[in-house]
């Protein structure tokens, strides 16, 4: 058998009424039997009581500041509570409300990933985790059924087990967790102030092993052919719910998320002559502009109330539904005020009922992004262009933080709205809310382009203003370049 690998003496450094205190580690023997300190000031070296080098350091590191007395390792090694603790104070710093609701479902995932953590690897407390310990996780987290967390689980079928992106998820937000809690974490990402320095981590052991790898799964997008009987289905199953039609049609024109489309208000409405935008803060703080067409926003003016909310009139007329299907009971249970997370899960489950026929499979609100994003890159096959004007990043289709003027937003709202209107077929963009209207549509184009300096859009949008404007004989001239 090889032989174990032999551990040699180290030295620290400890900081003491801001003066350096070199410590010298001597590792355990066959009569020592843990790690050994020693600084100038002793008359000898003093034992640890840790066989562990990370346990020792720290050990040795409280018997310098309180003169050589060996304190309990427990009053030393930072607890889960204060683990958790410290993710409060780190997603508790934001002060604008909007940032407070993003942080608040941030923290739940983070904790909810320190408790699998925890639950799975068995550890009390985890802050004493090695990478040995977090490769383990990712293995044995892939062998948990997916509603591992059940008492009781529902059914006799068995249940899928957890995918790896699912463990990776986990294991992205338990890095960035540890990273809090490390003193020597880059960046000023340790969050301190909240337990004694003493207690923080030497290192994140999640940065020390090499992770499984996830799966790629294909990306689901609707076709022009589910989008058609998607509002079919809403006007013969949920007949005389307009606001709910105006959510699935300013899902496709925004792109946007689900939280950021059911809390639209109409404050964030930016009326340009007769262009239409709303202004929103999506996810990390993104601020962006989408535009409508004119159609959907006679909609949109149809189902005004006096709340803010742009589909505040959801509730009165779920309520009326229930009630004209003879549905009392259902019509109790709809709440009086305009609640946007409610707005959400109920679309959500009405768009997972309606797929559950379809050949594709089932789908969620989400598919509406990757369709609008798609049908944005189709009108303009320029990624990096798409992208920057979709607010998103180039590798999947999030990068700008900073403000910009509004005059920009506007711009790149309208390119995107064009994108997209380029590359739904007539039909499909008349379903949705867009009108036709030529020479205006054009001449609005044209303004757009010039605004942008993207010049062979002008030029190209020049042509085809001029062969609407002339007879049929000189049309012929123009399409071949004789003028």
Known sequence: MPRKPKQEKQTITVIVKRKPVAVTLHPPTSIRKSWYAYWNGLMASKSTGQRKLADAIVSAENMVKSGGKRADLSDTVLSDEEFDEIQRVHFGRKQDPAAIARAAKSLFSCLNSIDAFRIITGLKPIT??????????????????KNWRHRYPKGKNQVDCISPNTVLKWSRSLQAAFERANRNAPKRKCVRGVVDESKLLLRNPWNHFPWIEGTKRPIRQFDEAELLSLLKYLETKWSGMTAVLAVAK????????????MGLTWHSLRIVGNEFHFEIVGKWGVEKWFRVPEGLYQ?????????????????????????????????????????????????????????KSLPKGRASPHIFRKTSLQYARSGEDLNRQVAHDARVSESVLMTHYVKEADVQMRQRSNRTFFRIQASLSPELARQYGHVESNPGLLE???KVAIAAKDWPL?????????NQQCPPTEKIGLREGFL
């Open 250 to 261: 300013m899902f496709l024109w925004s792109s946007g998320r689900r939280s950021e489309i």
């Open 444 to 446: 609005e184009k044209l």
């Open 299 to 355: 909609d949109l003016l149809k189902i005004k109330t006096t709340s803010p909310f742009v589909f505040a009139a959801h509730n009165d007329q779920l309520r009326q539904h229930y009630t004209g299907n003879s549905q009392p009971g259902c019509a109790k249970n709809v709440g009086t005020e305009f609640d946007p997370n409610c707005l959400g899960d109920w679309f959500h489950q009405r768009i997972v009922d309606w797929s």
């Open 128 to 145: 004493l985790a090695t990478p040995d310990d977090c490769a383990a996780f990712q293995r044995k987290a892939l062998s948990f059924p």
């Open 458 to 466: 002008v030029s190209q949008i020049s042509v085809e203003l001029a």
